[in-house]
């Protein structure tokens, strides 16, 4: 009997150890598993981190380009040369005196090329400022008068654009709407914002 006994408990002491074993062997298998999906997030986190980098690089190099190429009191950014335009004038009077600069109105790409002339228009006490938008073609469809092409980035106030009257075509940065676009009619006199491209 007791050298039943002796078996017995030696089979539990081996299970256990093997149990523990295992156990351990688990965790050790847990933490790696833990590990390398911390290193996968940090290699994408890297990545993002490199192309924000090489982004603002991109953005440093374009603008250098036009601190050196803009005419004078031409403010620059990122590749281009902008010049409000003190004088008011009508929407295609606004146009021909931005040709006559070698410029076009304004034709904004995207939200940070907006929000530097924003931050740039809160300066100056113009309530209207021109752009290069308008649906004159077809309601309702804004395109850029530089190249013809749709707006893929707009940024109207809430409501806009609403051809109120029927007779609304032309886009503006619009003060009382804290500088959002509004829509207005193109024989408004209003001051304007050309754009001249570097040449690179």
Not at 64 to 69: E, F, I, S
Not at 87 to 104: Q, V
Not at 147 to 173: L, M
Not at 185 to 192: D, G, H, P, T, V
């Amino acid at each position: 009997m007791k050298g039943y006994i002796g078996v017995v408990f030696a089979l539990y002491i081996a299970c256990s150890v093997a149990t523990q074993q295992c156990s351990k062997y688990h965790y050790e298998e847990q933490i790696l598993s833990k590990v390398v999906r911390l290193e996968h997030r940090l290699d994408i986190l890297e990545e993002k981190l490199s192309k924000e980098d090489n982004n603002k690089d991109m953005d440093n190099q374009l603008e250098d380009k036009a601190c050196t190429q803009c005419p004078d009191g031409w403010i620059q950014y990122a590749g281009s040369c902008y010049m409000i335009m003190e004088e008011k004038l009508s929407f295609d009077e606004a146009r021909a005196s931005c040709l006559k600069l070698n410029a076009d109105l304004v034709h904004i790409e995207n939200a940070r090329e907006n929000t530097f002339l924003r931050n740039h228009l809160r300066t100056l006490k113009g309530t209207a400022f021109w752009i290069g938008l308008t649906d004159t073609d077809t309601e309702g469809v804004f395109k850029w008068v530089d190249d013809n092409s749709k707006a893929s980035f707009t940024d109207w106030d809430g409501g806009q654009p609403d051809d109120y009257g029927s007779r609304e075509d032309c886009a503006q940065f619009y003060a009382d709407y804290d500088l959002k676009w509004n829509d207005g009619r193109c024989f408004a006199i209003l001051q304007s914002i050309c754009e001249m491209k570097v040449k690179v």
